[in-house]
């Protein structure tokens, strides 16, 4: 046990599920809980849809929330459910020198826009012409700030107070174990004492589902769960909307404020494996060799995995090659979030440790019982595309 521990005392999380700790612990620790899935806007995709937010619980001007577009509202409302849990959000000296990591996607396009440009290049042919026309009549310049990824830790600053310093990476699930890795390490070096870290992820726009398709990565036809897609019609990806933030603070400066401690973050490791040349799976099962994972008992595993064919093969093969391990695919409830899957994953393990309680299998036909009491739970982001992470949340004591 030391001073520089990093230790998780606060959590923002927003799903199909619900919000809040309580609603996503009731509704994933239910034995009948079925999947909020709307499978007729995007057919022949489904998504996992946000809830009914009201955003002025978190965004109490109506003017921040107008300039702003759903994914930064999201993730400056998560944001401001973390604050809240850690008892920060109202502590002007506190949020002044708390740091900020974020992992943003690039913004959401204007369709409208979009689709017209389309539309009238099909009757024209000078399109550079076309461009310069709409770029001066059509697009805002609100809409390209709204696009910029650093906007959303802005906004964050804006509404929130959280006025030290801030970094914001890209790159799907890689940027959210970054975000992740590089808040605790800043921690540990004694850079910084109490950090805000996350992301969220809005698809319910066409061009977010978009991204996935051109890959080829989107599921089609009925709602699976993650582990049954592979040989289904599509990727095997059923995205979802969604953000999770945390807090992470030193062992020593969480205790000094009194706060509560929901669970300390140990390693996390991460690999950028190029899968057209190496071996996914032995990838994995190096990572986990670096986890340092308790040597007895069941070790409950938050699976980030996604769904898309060879990544969660590779992924559930190299789990079930260690016997200890019982994997919970939480994205088969909540969908594929993107840059907020790894910070998902981690406030899902710091739950069940801080409840003393696992999860019940979300598909009973692959994953196995869980008892016990964890003291450490995995959390995996293994990427749909590339990019691979894990951490070991444990005990607070």
């Known amino acids: 046990m030391s001073a520089h521990d990093v230790v998780i005392t606060g959590i923002g999380l927003v799903s199909s599920l619900g919000e809040g700790t309580d609603a996503h612990w009731q509704k994933l620790t239910a034995t ?25 619980l978190q965004i109490a001007k109506r003017g921040d929330q107008r300039q702003m577009e759903t994914w930064q509202r999201l993730g400056t409302y998560t944001a401001g459910l973390a604050l809240d849990d850690a008892g920060i959000k109202t502590d ?37 012409v076309l461009l ?35 970094r914001t990476f890209m790159g799907e699930e890689g940027a ?9 390490a800043r921690i540990r070096s004694g850079q ?37 897609r592979e040989g289904g019609e599509g990727g095997g990806v059923v995205s979802g909307s969604g953000a999770a933030f945390l807090v992470l603070e ?31 799976g032995e990838a994995i099962a190096g990572l986990l060799d670096k986890t340092s994972l308790p040597a007895n008992g069941p070790l409950l595993a938050m699976s980030g995995a996604s769904g898309a064919h060879a990544a969660t093969v590779a992924e559930k093969a190299a789990l079930e090659q260690n016997p200890q391990l019982v994997a919970r695919a939480f994205g088969t409830l909540t969908g594929h979030m993107k840059e907020a899957q ?12 801080d409840r ?36 070991l949340v444990g005990a607070p004591d």
Request: charged share 20%; with cysteine; hydrophobic share 40%.
């Open 32 to 56: 009948d809980v079925a999947p909020i899935v709307d499978a007729e806007r995007y057919s022949p995709y489904s998504v996992h849809p946000l809830p009914e937010i009201d955003w002025g």
């Open 92 to 128: 002007e000296a506190l949020c002044a020198t708390m740091d900020m990591v974020v992992a943003a996607g690039g913004g959401e396009r204007d369709g409208t826009v979009d689709n017209a440009i389309l539309e009238a290049s099909a009757t024209r042919n000078d399109r550079d």
């Open 132 to 166: 310069n026309e709409k770029l001066t009549t059509e697009l805002r310049p609100t809409l390209f700030l709204a696009q910029l990824s650093n906007l959303l830790a802005g906004n964050i600053s804006i509404v929130h107070k959280v006025t030290g310093s801030s």
């Open 176 to 184: 959210g174990v970054s975000a992740v890795d590089t808040a605790a």
């Open 192 to 228: 910084s004492t109490h950090v805000l870290v996350g992301g969220a992820f809005q698809t319910e726009h066409p061009d977010m589902l978009l991204g996935y398709e051109l890959g080829g990565y989107l599921h089609r036809g009925p709602w699976k769960p993650v582990w049954q």
């Open 250 to 280: 030193s062992r020593e400066h969480a205790v000094a404020r009194g706060a509560r401690i929901y669970a300390t973050l140990g390693p996390v490791v991460s690999d950028l494996t190029r899968r057209s040349k190496q071996d996914l």
């Open 342 to 353: 790894f910070p998902f994953a981690v406030a899902l393990a710091a739950l069940a440790v």
């Open 356 to 391: 003393k309680a696992g999860y019940p299998a979300f598909d009973t036909a692959n994953e196995k019982a869980y008892e016990g009491t964890p003291r450490s739970v995995l959390a995996t982001a293994i990427g749909y595309h590339y990019f691979e992470g894990l951490a």
